[in-house]
């Protein structure tokens, strides 16, 4: 019978019962939960509810260039998961197991968070101290299927995906296409964070994470942080020469609306990722 790729075509009808429930997951970041919205039709009218969080069950790439704050926000969602009673997986790729301790218990620390019970949901796989891991795609998924299946994870973190294809950027693609299809078929809510390397379309995706990596993710998050350098920023902002703006902005994400305003964003001193207001409101206070 020549019947050959017949279970590959899939009735909508089917497929419909299969369809995740949309809902937030807690980021950790203060006032970004509701950033991300869907739309409910009351009497006929669409009425704007906000998530709440992530998307359940999206990977979104955190890019910008460095000292952004791109880590601090991955922490912020693994600590907030754990610390919510979902195991969580941080694969580090830049710095090793040790220090993402250390960095996590700082950011438990900053959000009043017990690291006691943080510790207990949160699982490391280092791939910046194991070479194989971090070189042989292959390998890293098959110990992340394990960590997935033995601790029965809803979330995964990678910081940085940029940092498992260094030195062959044009496998940037099939590498993080490859870890896209993998966190969907385990159905992991997901952060991956990217490197933007060039700082050019700033606040675009442009560039980040290499090739294209936007193209393939559910939805990118773009930080960047601004010099004040000439008069004009300078009394545009109000701020004085020298000090730094950080803005943040949500560059598409086709799991479910969003706010597509660029917001003002602060480090704070404890190291903790803050929205502080959309750019225009911000301006016009100043
Ligand atoms: N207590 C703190 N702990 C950590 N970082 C802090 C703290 N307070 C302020 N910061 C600032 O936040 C920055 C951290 O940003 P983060 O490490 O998240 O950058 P990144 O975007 O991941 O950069 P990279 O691409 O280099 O990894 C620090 O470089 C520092 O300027
Ligand atoms: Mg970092």
Redesign the pocket.
């Known amino acids: 019978m020549d019947r050959e790729g017949s279970y590959e075509v899939y009735s909508v009808e089917e497929l419909r019962a299969r369809v995740p429930k949309l809902f937030g997951v807690p980021t950790g970041v203060e006032g970004l939960d509701n950033l991300f919205f869907k739309i409910e039709y009351e009497d006929g009218k669409p009425v704007r509810k906000p998530l709440g969080g992530y998307p359940y069950l999206s990977v979104l790439n955190i890019t910008?260039?460095?000292?952004?704050?791109?880590?601090?926000?991955a922490e912020q969602f693994a600590v907030r998961q754990a610390h919510d009673g979902y195991n969580t997986i941080f694969v580090t790729v830049?710095t090793p197991k040790e220090f993402i301790v250390q960095s996590l218990q700082?950011r438990a620390q900053a959000m009043n968070l017990d690291f006691d019970r943080v510790q207990r949901r949160l699982f490391i796989i280092d791939a910046a101290s194991n070479h194989r891991l971090r070189e042989d795609i292959d390998y890293l998924l098959d110990t992340l299927a394990y960590g997935i299946r033995e601790f029965n994870t809803k979330s995964v973190i990678i910081d940085?995906v940029t940092g498992l294809y260094e030195a062959k950027e044009v496998l940037a693609r099939s590498i993080v296409r490859k870890i896209y299809n993998f966190l969907k078929k385990w159905r992991q809510t997901s952060i991956l964070?990217s490197?933007k390397r060039s700082a050019s379309e700033e606040m675009t995706a442009e560039a980040a994470g290499g090739y294209g990596v936007a193209h393939i993710v559910d939805g990118t998050i773009v930080?960047y942080k601004k010099l004040i350098i000439s008069k004009y920023d300078s009394s545009t902002f109000n701020m004085p020469l020298g000090s730094v703006i950080r803005l943040f902005r949500i560059d598409g994400c086709r799991m479910s609306g969003h706010d597509t305003r660029t917001y003002v964003m602060d480090?704070?001193?404890?190291?903790l990722v803050k929205l502080v207001a959309p750019l225009d409101e911000f301006l016009k206070s100043r």
């Open positions: 910008g260039v460095a000292d952004t704050g791109k880590s601090l926000m830049e700082y940085s964070v490197q930080l480090i704070t001193e404890e190291g």
